[in-house]
């Protein structure tokens, strides 16, 4: 059985330019991208193979470099002890130079995958 409702995203995912950042590690994360251009974020998954015990939060944020300190938004912060995956699909809108961080300590170092789901607006 066709799944049309997955069919019917992949179709706009790929007429929107829709892009996807990959990265993977079992220390710190500490990821940044710098929009290039009018950017909109359009998912984050972070998944890990095993709880951590550790406490520590997992936190999204956006900030301009050229902008003040009262211009930087967190977008998420969720503990992440016993957690092993989180899902984030509120969209956020990035204007170009924006930086979008993903930040968590890992202190169990345990093993992780992150997907950020983007689509650059200025493209088509």
């Known amino acids: 059985m066709k799944n049309h409702k997955h069919s019917a995203q992949a179709t706009v995912g790929a007429l929107i330019g829709e892009k996807t950042l990959r990265e993977s590690g079992s220390g710190q994360i500490a990821f940044t991208y710098t929009a290039t251009s009018r950017t909109k974020i359009i998912n984050f998954r972070l998944g890990t193979t095993s709880a951590p015990t550790s ?15 009262e211009f930087a938004c967190t977008t998420l912060a969720t503990e992440m002890q016993d957690a092993t995956s989180v899902f984030y699909t509120e969209p956020m809108f990035l204007e170009k130079g924006d930086i979008f961080k993903v930040e968590y300590a890992n202190a169990d170092a345990v093993q992780y995958g992150l997907t950020i789901v983007y689509a650059d607006l200025e493209v088509n």
Do not use: C, H, M
């Open 55 to 69: 406490a520590g939060n997992l936190v999204l944020s956006v900030q301009n470099p050229n902008e003040g300190v």
